[in-house]
């Protein structure tokens, strides 16, 4: 096993618009890497602009965190 899967941790992550029952368990190394790893492969695009929020929970520790997504750049920012 490589030291960066040991550094993984597993996050619930769904889009703000779809709902928790649309959520996915994703394991990256922090609330960023797992919100992109989310949008890259499951995410719901939304009806209407490029963007996507997407609501990132840690599973060990409840912590959450919110990041907007714009889908045509990449570019990755706390809601706010």
């Not at 520790?61 to 889908?71: A, K, P």
């Amino acid at each position: 096993m490589t030291q960066a899967a040991n550094d993984d941790r597993r996050f619930s992550v769904h889009a703000r618009h779809a709902g928790p029952h649309h959520a996915r368990i994703v394991q990256e190394p922090s609330f960023e890497a797992a919100a992109v790893a989310y949008v890259e492969d499951l995410a719901i695009a939304p009806d209407e602009g490029s963007e996507v929020s997407v609501i990132v929970r840690d599973l060990d520790t409840h912590h959450e965190h919110c990041f907007r997504i714009d889908l045509e750049t990449g570019e990755t920012a706390a809601c706010g």
